[in-house]
């Protein structure tokens, strides 16, 4: 209790605070909870599919929702790789502003030292010891120069304090940001396997033959896969989709898995990802982060090699090879594999890299 406060305005000035930090609490987990609530899918429950047209229609629902929240996961990865690269540079910065104070601070105390040793202390001491008023003019200046020298440096040393303290401060808050952001990637996680748990349960619920019907529903013809395959990649094309092309060619029939991104399994933005890198061209694990990269091209001018995106903000990306065809990683359950472009719904754009 405050010395000379009486106890009931400490009491009150308690409960004041109490209210205070709870109240602050409360507000900090709206915001926390508010990108969470915002980024959520939403899944009303319906009722328990049974005829097999509406089990397929569950199924592509089911799969269409699943991307979206794999590709979430794969953002909130790049975000945490972001976040542990923002805390080691700003520990650096923390420890080169604790450096920096250091020295500082000694400098300080040796400036501090020179004076107390100098025998030229006061205008008086510099009087005495001086034998012309030529000489006593010249000392008296010198501790002038020695006085302002000091006065930088303990203005340094205050300013590297403030640095170091900032500095700390915005280390501690870059640690703070990467758990959280590893949080939120613990949700996606735990909503993703939900999510696929309930895919392959229904998937399961098919005989095996309406579950291969229903998996090779955008099948295209071996004629229009052939003609794909063997397309002349024009002169228009970016450089290096002819490589990115066979590098996905050699993926097919590989099994989607979401967060994969090769060498033995892949989801959609992993083998895009995998196709480009064989070619030198670095692309990030998400399809709405690979919208962004390169130029944007209309669907009637494709090229070969182009990335064809699905839904806005984009949760599916393939890689077009030509005659109409993609090259893309479905969805669980599926395998890596060609298709029309014109079989697949939500269609938002391409880029040429």
């Not at 200046?141 to 700390?168: D, F, P, R, V, Y």
């Not at 349960?201 to 033959?209: I, K, M, R, V």
């Not at 052939?226 to 490589?243: D, E, R, V």
């Not at 949760?315 to 030509?322: D, F």
């Amino acid at each position: 209790m405050e010395e000379g406060v009486p106890p009931t305005v400490a009491s009150t000035r308690i409960t004041r605070l109490s209210r205070t930090v709870l109240s602050s609490l409360l507000i900090l987990g709206a915001l926390i909870a508010a990108p969470l609530a915002a980024n959520a899918i939403p899944r009303p429950e319906a009722p328990t599919p049974s005829t097999p047209a509406q089990v397929q229609a569950k199924l592509a629902s089911l799969a269409k929702s699943s991307e979206q929240l794999a590709e979430q996961y794969n953002q909130a990865q790049i975000n945490i790789v972001k976040a542990q690269q923002a805390v080691t540079r700003a520990n650096q910065a923390a420890d080169l502003a604790q450096a920096n104070l250091v020295q500082a601070q000694s400098m300080l105390a040796k400036s501090l030292a020179s004076q107390y040793k100098a025998a030229s202390f006061s205008r008086t001491a510099a009087l005495l010891a001086s034998n012309s008023t030529e000489g006593y003019l010249q000392t008296v200046q010198t501790m002038g120069l020695l006085t302002e020298h000091e006065s930088q440096i303990a203005t340094m040393a205050g300013n590297a304090i403030a640095a170091a303290n900032t500095a700390t401060a915005q280390a501690r808050a870059a640690v703070a940001d990467a758990q959280a952001k590893k949080t939120t990637l613990g949700k996606r996680k735990q909503a993703m396997d939900a999510q696929i748990s309930k895919y392959k349960a229904l998937l399961a619920s098919l005989t095996a033959a309406a579950r291969q019907a229903y998996l090779n529903a955008s099948a295209p013809s071996p004629v229009a896969v052939s003609q794909a395959l063997n397309t002349t990649i024009p002169q228009s094309a970016a450089k290096g989709a002819a490589g990115a092309i066979a590098a996905a060619k050699a993926q097919l029939g590989k099994p989607y898995e979401w967060g994969a991104a090769g060498p033995n399994s892949f989801d959609c933005s992993g083998l895009t990802m995998w196709a480009w890198g064989a070619v030198g061209v670095s692309l990030p694990h998400n399809a709405a982060s690979q919208q962004g990269m390169g130029t944007p091209v209309n669907q009637a001018n494709l090229e070969p090699g182009d990335l064809v995106f699905f839904g806005s903000p984009a949760y599916h990306v393939a890689l077009y090879i030509g005659n109409g065809m993609i090259i893309h990683a479905p969805t669980t359950g599926d395998v890596v594999k060609i298709v029309a472009l014109s079989s697949m719904s939500d269609y938002s754009g391409a880029t040429r890299l």
